[in-house]
């Protein structure tokens, strides 16, 4: 299994530029979820998916959209990016919602915003 | 609303014990986690406490008193490969947010 896989690993946008960040994950996981991690703040989740066509809003959704079509694929999308999205974005997934349910991180991706 | 403290930095010696506490407040709680995260690389599970007491897994344990709101994660005869950020993170009730503290990075020294 190559577990969850993101792409770009690097991106720069300029101010305004609309991009989307994909994840996928190939453990059949029911969960997936997006987070962002800033210096000395811990990650932070944007939005998340209990199962393909039901997304919700994490803790700072605002400027992302998502998707989720299929149970393995989880797109975010930043509609017009700003500088202050300047971030390393991870993607995760988990099987469900049971305790101890760990979560599996994709490698991540690095943006920047000018 | 969720608030989870952790020391921003610590400091062991190769060989020794270090313990990287963490407190929380959180309106609902399913369970608290401890990630490893190497620099430059993605967070990996460690620990999964929701009762009370201590869980073993080989040089690393952790603690949890639910009363309290308090975990902590230790680490026992420590390896140079040891020195990463440790996260300490809270489920809600449903289990479907996970909240993380800021990270304890910890540099273990010869």
């Known amino acids: 299994n190559a577990g969850v896989t993101q792409t770009p690993k690097f991106q720069v946008l300029k101010t305004g530029q609309s991009m989307t960040l994909q994840c996928a994950q190939d453990?059949?996981?029911?969960?997936m979820s997006w987070y962002r991690q800033d210096p000395g703040m811990g990650l932070r989740l944007i939005h998340y998916?209990?199962?393909?066509?039901?997304?919700d809003q994490g803790e700072v959704p605002n400027g992302y959209n998502v998707s989720r079509s299929t149970t393995e694929d989880f797109p975010l999308r930043l509609l017009s990016a700003a500088p202050s999205q300047t971030s390393v974005y991870f993607c995760?997934?988990?099987?469900?919602f049971g305790q101890g349910d760990e979560q599996y991180f994709g490698p991540g991706t690095r943006l920047t915003v000018t | 609303g969720q608030n989870i403290d952790q020391p921003t930095e610590m400091t062991a010696t190769e060989g020794a014990i270090v313990q990287i506490n963490c407190t929380y407040q959180?309106?609902?709680?399913?369970?608290l986690f401890w990630y490893q995260q190497h620099a430059g690389e993605a967070p990996t599970f460690l620990s999964y406490?929701?009762?009370?007491g201590l869980e073993e897994k080989g040089r690393f344990s952790s603690f949890l008193s639910r009363s309290k709101g308090y975990s902590y994660l230790l680490l026992k005869e420590l390896q140079m490969k040891d020195s990463a950020s440790y996260l300490c993170?809270?489920?809600?009730?449903?289990?479907?947010?996970?909240?993380f503290g800021g990270g304890t990075r910890l540099m273990v020294k010869p």
């Open positions: 453990m059949n996981h029911e969960y």
């Open positions: 998916s209990v199962g393909a066509g039901i997304t």
């Open positions: 993170a809270v489920l809600n009730n449903a289990g479907n947010m996970l909240t």
């Open positions: 406490n929701v009762l009370d």
């Open positions: 959180t309106s609902g709680f399913n369970g």
């Open positions: 995760a997934s988990k099987r469900g």
